[in-house]
Protein backbone atom coordinates (compact mmCIF):
# COMPACT_ATOMS: atom_id res chain seq x y z
CA UNK A 1 0.00 0.00 0.00
CA UNK A 2 1.68 2.77 -1.77
CA UNK A 3 1.10 6.99 -0.19
CA UNK A 4 -0.56 9.59 -2.52
CA UNK A 5 2.12 11.77 -3.13
CA UNK A 6 1.22 15.28 -4.60
CA UNK A 7 3.55 16.00 -8.10
CA UNK A 8 4.97 19.56 -6.81
CA UNK A 9 6.36 17.60 -3.44
CA UNK A 10 7.83 15.15 -5.72
CA UNK A 11 9.21 17.87 -7.98
CA UNK A 12 10.32 20.02 -4.60
CA UNK A 13 12.43 16.95 -3.34
CA UNK A 14 13.70 16.22 -7.09
CA UNK A 15 15.28 19.75 -7.38
CA UNK A 16 16.49 19.93 -4.06
CA UNK A 17 19.95 19.29 -3.34
CA UNK A 18 19.95 19.51 0.94
CA UNK A 19 16.78 17.79 2.49
CA UNK A 20 16.57 18.44 6.08
CA UNK A 21 14.86 15.80 8.13
CA UNK A 22 12.83 16.75 11.24
CA UNK A 23 11.93 13.55 12.97
CA UNK A 24 9.99 12.80 15.98
CA UNK A 25 8.76 9.49 17.70
CA UNK A 26 6.38 8.51 15.66
CA UNK A 27 9.64 7.97 12.97
CA UNK A 28 10.33 5.10 14.83
CA UNK A 29 6.49 3.72 15.58
CA UNK A 30 7.11 0.92 13.01
CA UNK A 31 10.22 -0.70 14.52
CA UNK A 32 7.96 -1.19 17.70
CA UNK A 33 9.28 1.81 19.87
CA UNK A 34 6.95 3.39 21.54
CA UNK A 35 6.09 7.40 20.90
CA UNK A 36 6.68 9.13 23.68
CA UNK A 37 2.83 10.11 24.31
CA UNK A 38 2.04 6.74 24.02
CA UNK A 39 0.93 4.96 27.15
CA UNK A 40 3.91 2.90 28.17
CA UNK A 41 3.39 -1.21 28.73
CA UNK A 42 4.03 -3.32 30.54
CA UNK A 43 6.43 -2.78 33.89
CA UNK A 44 6.76 1.03 33.56
CA UNK A 45 2.84 0.97 32.53
CA UNK A 46 2.17 3.26 35.60
CA UNK A 47 5.09 5.79 35.06
CA UNK A 48 4.21 8.93 33.25
CA UNK A 49 7.71 9.64 30.70
CA UNK A 50 6.75 13.29 31.83
CA UNK A 51 7.16 12.84 35.36
CA UNK A 52 9.97 10.61 35.04
CA UNK A 53 12.16 12.76 32.43
CA UNK A 54 13.02 15.58 34.17
CA UNK A 55 15.81 16.88 36.82
CA UNK A 56 13.63 16.84 39.63
CA UNK A 57 13.07 12.74 39.56
CA UNK A 58 16.23 12.30 39.14
CA UNK A 59 17.06 14.31 42.23
CA UNK A 60 15.09 12.50 43.78
CA UNK A 61 15.19 8.40 42.56
CA UNK A 62 18.25 8.16 40.28
CA UNK A 63 17.61 4.26 40.74
CA UNK A 64 14.43 4.77 39.38
CA UNK A 65 15.37 6.83 36.67
CA UNK A 66 18.50 4.93 35.79
CA UNK A 67 16.55 1.97 35.03
CA UNK A 68 13.80 3.43 33.05
CA UNK A 69 16.07 4.67 30.78
CA UNK A 70 18.19 1.61 30.86
CA UNK A 71 15.12 -0.28 29.71
CA UNK A 72 14.22 1.88 27.15
CA UNK A 73 17.82 1.46 25.60
CA UNK A 74 17.78 -2.14 25.85
CA UNK A 75 14.35 -1.96 23.56
CA UNK A 76 15.42 -0.10 21.00
CA UNK A 77 18.82 -2.27 21.44
CA UNK A 78 15.92 -5.18 20.83
CA UNK A 79 14.53 -3.04 17.60
CA UNK A 80 15.70 -2.43 13.82
CA UNK A 81 15.32 0.55 11.94
CA UNK A 82 12.32 0.67 9.68
CA UNK A 83 11.87 1.04 6.30
CA UNK A 84 11.71 4.89 6.50
CA UNK A 85 15.00 5.40 8.21
CA UNK A 86 16.24 3.24 5.35
CA UNK A 87 14.26 4.78 2.81
CA UNK A 88 16.32 8.60 4.37
CA UNK A 89 19.70 6.77 4.50
CA UNK A 90 18.69 5.69 0.85
CA UNK A 91 18.01 9.06 -0.22
CA UNK A 92 21.64 10.02 0.53
CA UNK A 93 23.02 8.40 -2.86
CA UNK A 94 20.98 11.55 -4.70
CA UNK A 95 20.80 14.40 -1.96
CA UNK A 96 22.68 15.91 0.74
CA UNK A 97 20.60 14.64 3.75
CA UNK A 98 21.10 16.74 7.05
CA UNK A 99 18.77 14.83 10.01
CA UNK A 100 17.76 17.11 12.77
CA UNK A 101 16.09 14.56 15.53
CA UNK A 102 13.83 14.72 18.55
CA UNK A 103 14.66 11.03 19.06
CA UNK A 104 17.17 9.37 21.98
CA UNK A 105 17.26 6.45 19.64
CA UNK A 106 19.83 5.35 17.41
CA UNK A 107 17.65 4.24 14.86
CA UNK A 108 18.79 6.54 11.93
CA UNK A 109 22.51 5.92 12.41
CA UNK A 110 21.85 2.44 11.97
CA UNK A 111 19.83 2.61 9.06
CA UNK A 112 23.04 4.30 7.45
CA UNK A 113 22.10 7.94 8.07
CA UNK A 114 25.76 10.09 7.93
CA UNK A 115 24.21 13.23 9.10
CA UNK A 116 22.10 12.99 12.73
CA UNK A 117 22.29 15.75 15.34
CA UNK A 118 20.21 14.79 18.56
CA UNK A 119 18.53 17.80 19.92
CA UNK A 120 16.98 15.68 22.66
CA UNK A 121 20.09 13.78 23.14
CA UNK A 122 20.55 9.95 23.16
CA UNK A 123 20.28 6.82 25.23
CA UNK A 124 23.77 5.81 24.38
CA UNK A 125 25.84 8.76 25.63
CA UNK A 126 25.41 8.70 29.00
CA UNK A 127 27.94 10.82 30.60
CA UNK A 128 28.67 11.75 34.25
CA UNK A 129 26.28 13.73 36.59
CA UNK A 130 29.17 15.78 37.49
CA UNK A 131 31.75 16.50 35.13
CA UNK A 132 30.02 15.22 32.42
CA UNK A 133 32.49 13.30 31.14
CA UNK A 134 31.16 10.33 28.67
CA UNK A 135 30.58 7.32 29.95
CA UNK A 136 31.56 3.99 28.62
CA UNK A 137 31.24 1.12 31.47
CA UNK A 138 30.02 -2.65 30.62
CA UNK A 139 26.98 -1.56 33.00
CA UNK A 140 25.17 1.09 30.71
CA UNK A 141 25.35 -1.03 27.67
CA UNK A 142 21.89 -1.96 26.42
CA UNK A 143 22.73 -6.10 26.20
CA UNK A 144 21.43 -6.21 29.79
CA UNK A 145 17.76 -6.45 29.83
CA UNK A 146 16.94 -4.24 32.93
CA UNK A 147 13.61 -5.46 34.50
CA UNK A 148 14.19 -3.84 38.00
CA UNK A 149 12.42 -0.79 39.02
CA UNK A 150 15.46 0.86 40.39
CA UNK A 151 19.06 0.37 39.14
CA UNK A 152 21.91 2.30 41.07
CA UNK A 153 23.23 4.44 38.32
CA UNK A 154 27.53 3.47 37.89
CA UNK A 155 29.76 5.99 39.80
CA UNK A 156 32.21 7.98 37.18
CA UNK A 157 35.28 6.80 37.52
CA UNK A 158 36.83 10.18 37.18
CA UNK A 159 34.99 11.95 40.00
CA UNK A 160 33.15 9.67 41.82
CA UNK A 161 30.11 11.06 40.86
CA UNK A 162 26.41 9.15 39.57
CA UNK A 163 26.56 8.84 35.79
CA UNK A 164 23.23 9.94 34.32
CA UNK A 165 21.20 9.45 31.12
CA UNK A 166 22.82 11.66 28.10
CA UNK A 167 19.17 12.74 27.32
CA UNK A 168 17.40 16.27 27.90
CA UNK A 169 14.93 16.20 30.44
CA UNK A 170 12.58 18.96 30.14
CA UNK A 171 13.51 22.28 31.67
CA UNK A 172 17.26 21.65 30.43
CA UNK A 173 18.98 23.44 27.51
CA UNK A 174 19.12 21.91 24.01
CA UNK A 175 22.86 20.23 23.69
CA UNK A 176 24.95 23.25 21.94
CA UNK A 177 26.49 21.03 19.20
CA UNK A 178 23.24 19.78 17.85
CA UNK A 179 21.55 23.13 18.11
CA UNK A 180 24.15 24.65 16.29
CA UNK A 181 24.15 21.78 13.64
CA UNK A 182 20.77 21.37 13.62
CA UNK A 183 19.91 25.37 12.97
CA UNK A 184 22.55 24.92 9.81
CA UNK A 185 20.60 22.18 8.47
CA UNK A 186 17.40 24.44 8.49
CA UNK A 187 19.60 27.39 6.75
CA UNK A 188 20.65 25.15 4.01
CA UNK A 189 17.74 23.25 3.24
CA UNK A 190 16.53 22.78 -0.18
CA UNK A 191 13.20 21.33 1.33
CA UNK A 192 12.10 20.53 4.85
CA UNK A 193 10.66 16.77 5.45
CA UNK A 194 8.85 16.83 8.93
CA UNK A 195 8.10 13.39 10.00
CA UNK A 196 6.38 11.32 12.83
CA UNK A 197 6.29 14.71 15.47
CA UNK A 198 3.63 16.44 17.31
CA UNK A 199 5.51 19.41 16.88
CA UNK A 200 4.21 20.49 20.39
CA UNK A 201 8.04 21.14 22.19
CA UNK A 202 9.81 24.23 21.62
CA UNK A 203 12.76 25.06 20.73
CA UNK A 204 13.08 22.33 18.30
CA UNK A 205 9.63 22.74 16.75
CA UNK A 206 10.72 26.01 15.87
CA UNK A 207 13.49 25.25 13.60
CA UNK A 208 10.93 23.75 10.86
CA UNK A 209 8.91 27.24 11.08
CA UNK A 210 11.30 29.32 10.71
CA UNK A 211 12.34 27.33 7.64
CA UNK A 212 8.16 27.93 5.93
CA UNK A 213 8.46 31.21 7.18
CA UNK A 214 11.60 31.82 4.56
CA UNK A 215 9.59 30.04 2.05
CA UNK A 216 11.66 26.78 2.35
CA UNK A 217 8.87 23.92 0.89
CA UNK A 218 8.19 21.58 4.23
CA UNK A 219 6.25 18.16 3.28
CA UNK A 220 4.90 16.17 6.35
CA UNK A 221 4.66 12.66 7.01
CA UNK A 222 2.46 12.08 9.87
CA UNK A 223 -0.80 9.48 10.19
CA UNK A 224 -2.87 12.21 11.71
CA UNK A 225 -2.74 16.19 11.73
CA UNK A 226 0.04 17.98 13.99
CA UNK A 227 0.99 21.85 15.31
CA UNK A 228 3.08 22.09 12.49
CA UNK A 229 0.52 20.98 9.87
CA UNK A 230 -0.27 24.50 9.43
CA UNK A 231 2.93 25.60 8.30
CA UNK A 232 3.56 22.25 5.99
CA UNK A 233 3.70 22.96 2.48
CA UNK A 234 2.28 19.53 1.97
CA UNK A 235 0.89 17.34 4.32
CA UNK A 236 1.11 13.75 3.66
CA UNK A 237 -1.61 11.14 5.97
CA UNK A 238 1.17 8.58 6.26
CA UNK A 239 3.33 6.69 7.99
CA UNK A 240 7.24 7.04 8.01
CA UNK A 241 7.93 4.00 6.42
CA UNK A 242 4.75 4.09 4.11
CA UNK A 243 5.61 8.08 3.48
CA UNK A 244 9.24 8.00 2.64
CA UNK A 245 9.58 4.82 1.07
CA UNK A 246 6.71 5.97 -1.74
CA UNK A 247 8.87 9.58 -1.69
CA UNK A 248 12.05 7.53 -2.60
CA UNK A 249 10.22 5.17 -5.32
CA UNK A 250 8.57 8.37 -6.49
CA UNK A 251 12.39 9.77 -7.34
CA UNK A 252 13.42 6.46 -8.09
CA UNK A 253 16.47 6.28 -5.84
CA UNK A 254 15.48 3.60 -3.71
CA UNK A 255 17.48 0.74 -4.05
N1 LIG B 1 4.65 7.44 11.25
C1 LIG B 1 4.68 8.80 11.34
N2 LIG B 1 4.16 9.48 12.40
C2 LIG B 1 3.59 8.73 13.39
C3 LIG B 1 3.53 7.33 13.36
C4 LIG B 1 4.09 6.67 12.23
N3 LIG B 1 4.07 5.34 12.13
N4 LIG B 1 2.90 6.89 14.51
C5 LIG B 1 2.61 8.01 15.23
N5 LIG B 1 3.01 9.11 14.54
C6 LIG B 1 2.91 10.52 14.93
C7 LIG B 1 1.78 10.87 15.85
O1 LIG B 1 0.62 11.20 15.08
C8 LIG B 1 2.36 12.11 16.56
O2 LIG B 1 2.08 13.29 15.80
O3 LIG B 1 4.09 10.78 15.67
C9 LIG B 1 3.85 11.87 16.55
C10 LIG B 1 4.41 11.49 17.91
O4 LIG B 1 4.27 12.61 18.74
P1 LIG B 1 4.92 12.60 20.22
O5 LIG B 1 4.62 11.28 20.86
O6 LIG B 1 4.51 13.87 20.86
O7 LIG B 1 6.49 12.57 19.96
P2 LIG B 1 7.41 13.79 19.56
O8 LIG B 1 6.72 14.73 18.64
O9 LIG B 1 8.69 13.21 19.09
O10 LIG B 1 7.65 14.52 20.98
C11 LIG B 1 8.58 15.59 20.95
O11 LIG B 1 8.52 15.78 23.30
O12 LIG B 1 8.14 14.53 25.02
C12 LIG B 1 9.15 15.26 24.44
O13 LIG B 1 11.46 14.94 24.36
C13 LIG B 1 10.25 14.34 24.02
O14 LIG B 1 11.38 14.27 21.89
C14 LIG B 1 10.11 14.28 22.51
C15 LIG B 1 9.38 15.58 22.20
Same mark, same amino acid.
Given at each position: ??? @???????? +????? @??? =?????????? @???????? #?????????????????? @??????????????????????? +??????????????? =??????? =???? #??????????????????????????? +????????????????????????????????????????????????????? +???????????????????????????????????????????????????????????????????????
Amino acid at each position: MGA @ELPDDAVE +AMRRA @EVV =TVFTGAGMSA @ESGVATFR #DVETGLWQRFDPAQIATP @EAWASDPGLVWAWYQWRAHIVHE +AAPNRGHRALADLER =THTVLIA =TQNV #DDLHERAGSSSVSHLHGSLFAPRCSNC +ARPYQGIDAEPEQAVHELRVEPPACPACLSPVRPGVVWFGEGLPDDAWRSAAS +AFTFADVVLVVGTSGVVYPAAGLPERAAARGIPVIEFNPEPSALTGIATHSIRASAAVGLSAMLDALGASG
